[in-house]
């Protein structure tokens, strides 16, 4: 199950309740002995997880706004009102940061670009699309490999494309044997090159894919340091 807090009930996976964890939690700091500035017994909540991730995100730096975006709220106020720490602070923060990315780039790049450079920033995008995937250099640059995109390192494959990169690397095998067969030395390092290049691509969708479908295996946690104080019987 993708969740953080599971528990194997005869047999089964099933998911621990909130009720149930903030029992632990608090069983846990009962056992600790903490108390707060007034003397009471420390109360915990779950949710103070996501706070104290907030705000200590936020206090090294964090940009409110990418905060917000990690949290999944949809307004920044409810970020800056899980944000324990005073908003003064995370204003300041938020400068450092950009002071930070202002101090690594040369300032005459912050300026309104004009429409030819805006022109030809859209189209350096456009201009990047091949029928195999995308082509990765940066705005701004030239092709290294003179379109041998198949051989270069800067193809992206696209996953949909894949049955044509198939369908190339087979090209490819076809004609090495029959460029062997006819003795046409000078064709074979070319071919083989260009063999490495698909058989490279289609292994780096082959990995992507894996990527993509593994799961991590989170393991079952044990109850036996809460032996004695919270019961499986107390799970729901
Ligand atoms: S050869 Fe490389 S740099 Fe040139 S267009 Fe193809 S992928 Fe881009």
Redesign the pocket.
Same mark, same amino acid.
């Given at each position: 199950m993708p969740l953080l807090f599971q528990y194997d009930r005869s047999g089964e996976i099933s998911a621990m309740n909130g009720e149930f964890l903030r029992k632990c939690l608090n069983d846990i700091l009962d056992a600790t002995g903490l108390t707060d500035a007034d003397g009471c017994p420390l109360d915990f909540d779950p949710h103070d997880f996501r706070r104290i991730f907030i705000t200590d995100a936020i206090r090294s730096g964090l940009p409110p706004h990418i905060a917000q975006v990690i949290a999944g709220h949809s307004d920044i106020n409810t970020t800056m009102g899980y944000n324990a720490i005073y908003p003064a602070e995370a204003i300041e923060a938020h400068r450092a940061f950009i002071a930070r990315r202002r101090a690594l780039r040369p300032s005459e790049e912050y300026r309104t670009p004009t429409s030819e450079e805006w022109d030809a920033f859209l189209g350096h995008f456009e201009r990047?699309k091949?029928s195999v995937g995308i082509?990765?250099?940066a705005f701004g640059t030239s %092709?290294?490999?003179?379109?041998? %995109?198949i051989?270069?390192?800067?193809?992206r494959p696209d996953p949909a494309q894949r049955a044509r990169l198939t369908e190339i690397r087979d090209n490819l095998l076809a004609r090495l044997t029959e460029a062997e067969r006819e003795g046409w030395l000078g064709e074979i390092e070319g071919l083989e090159i260009s063999l490495a290049g698909a058989q490279e691509k289609l292994a780096l969708l082959d990995a992507e894919q894996a990527r993509t479908r593994r799961t991590v295996d989170l393991g079952m946690p044990s109850f036996a340091n809460l032996a004695g104080r919270t019961s499986t019987a107390d799970q729901p």
């Open positions: 990047r091949l082509c990765a250099r %092709c290294i490999h003179e379109h041998a %995109c051989r270069c390192s800067m193809l």
